[in-house]
């Protein structure tokens, strides 16, 4: 038995099918994974992303801290209230122990990281904070409801407080703001996961699961983690496990723009590894792979180029519901002839080799094909 968020009656109350995801008993869908994926893209839907870690940073060395503990440099986040700013948390060799973002909420900082890496993230966050005059405190507390599609803030607004909507309108593209909800601190930020416009709703856990109910009522769908995984993989986004991971750096697995490498004199865990990975030569790059043909790519699966005995792999791969076809994202080795949108490669199925083509990592974004 996993750990449950507290709408985990709720899934069942509404047919959800429940499994384990990273140690806690999240709903894979409610009946159909590919008519949630078609709602979101078409009007909008709903997700229970309560099992990711929320941890707030206070302290007179927050900043200091966060910049020698994220790749990305905080101090972006300077005088802009309520920005977020995505992150990998790099151990010494530059692998990632986790993705993240980051809020500034002032004189501190809002951290939501993933469910499945809690406990190790957790255990390195306070490791690092020994040498820092902060304190972190898990926010169990609170709930966490991704709201996401074309019509998900229009709903969303009608059922929030006059002050909460009138946040909402302001709210920029990854931006976070709290707002007095029911007589409590909510916290949106528009933000999420799917290639669509939405919200990423903090609130407290006695609080979700009226919420959760009152946006079914208004229309929004229920989506589980297949619906999830199907559109971030159009949206052409990283999960943690598969894209990158403690032995993959950012620079092979597309997150190069997350690495603040000014100023010069901020050091950060990692640096020295990067700095040496770039030096040398980058090795592998992420890209994006199309199949036009029936077949899905799955992740695992070999990639065949020409000209190189190495071979690349599939990270993830699916069929897309957008677009009617199944699409990847794809490590490949840099070679001479480096793999390019427009280029072809090969991926081994079933002990056939299947040409695919080699497009931008990123296959739909607002429900509208990139590729």
């Known amino acids: 038995m996993g750990n449950k968020t507290a709408l985990y009656d709720i899934h069942q109350s509404m047919g959800g099918k429940i499994v384990d995801f990273g140690g806690w008993d999240m709903p894979l869908h409610y009946g159909s994974q590919i008519d949630e994926h078609h709602k979101v ?31 990305n440099d905080v101090a972006k986040l300077d005088n802009l209230v309520g920005k977020a700013l ?15 973002i980051v809020y500034n909420m002032g004189d501190w900082y809002r951290v ?16 690092v904070a020994n040498n820092y005059q ?3 405190q898990e926010r169990a507390d609170l709930a966490m409801i991704a709201v996401q599609g074309p019509q998900a803030i229009a709903i969303t607004k009608t059922l929030v407080s006059a002050e909460a909507a009138t946040l909402i309108d302001n709210l920029q593209v990854f931006q976070g703001l709290a707002s007095t909800q029911q007589g409590s601190d909510w916290f949106f930020g528009r933000t999420g996961y799917t ?27 229920p989506c589980g983690l297949g619906a999830r995984d199907t559109l971030r993989l159009e949206a052409g986004m990283n999960l943690y496990g598969h894209e990158m991971d403690e032995n993959i750096s950012p620079l092979a697995a597309n997150m190069g723009w997350t690495i603040a490498w000014q100023p010069e004199a901020r050091n950060f865990i990692g640096r020295a590894a990067l700095t040496a990975e770039k030096s040398a030569g980058q090795r592998h790059k992420l890209v994006g792979l199309v199949l036009r043909e029936r077949g899905v790519l799955r992740a695992e ?12 792999v599939i990270t993830s791969g699916t069929f897309s519901p957008s677009l009617g076809y199944s699409i990847a994202l794809a490590r490949v080795p840099v070679t001479q002839v480096p793999l390019t949108p427009g280029a072809q490669c090969q991926v081994e199925m079933r002990g056939k ?11 739909v974004r607002q429900g509208k094909a990139l590729v």
């Open 41 to 71: 893209r078409q009007h909008a839907g709903m997700f229970d992303v309560s099992h990711m870690t929320v941890v707030d940073v206070t302290g007179s060395d927050a900043k200091a801290y966060l910049q020698y503990l994220l790749a």
């Open 86 to 100: 995505y992150s990998g948390m790099l151990n010494e060799q530059g692998g990632v122990i986790d993705d993240l």
């Open 112 to 127: 939501v990281v993933n469910c499945s890496t809690r406990e190790k993230d957790l255990a390195w966050m306070s490791q």
């Open 353 to 363: 080799l299947v040409t695919v083509d080699v497009v931008a990592p990123g296959f």
């Open 301 to 312: 699966q070999l990639v065949h180029i020409a000209n190189s005995d190495e071979r690349g």
């Open 195 to 221: 290639g669509e416009d939405g919200l990423e709703i903090m609130l407290p856990n006695e609080q979700a699961g009226t919420f959760w109910q009152a946006l079914a009522a208004a229309g929004v769908a």
């Open 134 to 136: 902060v304190k972190l």
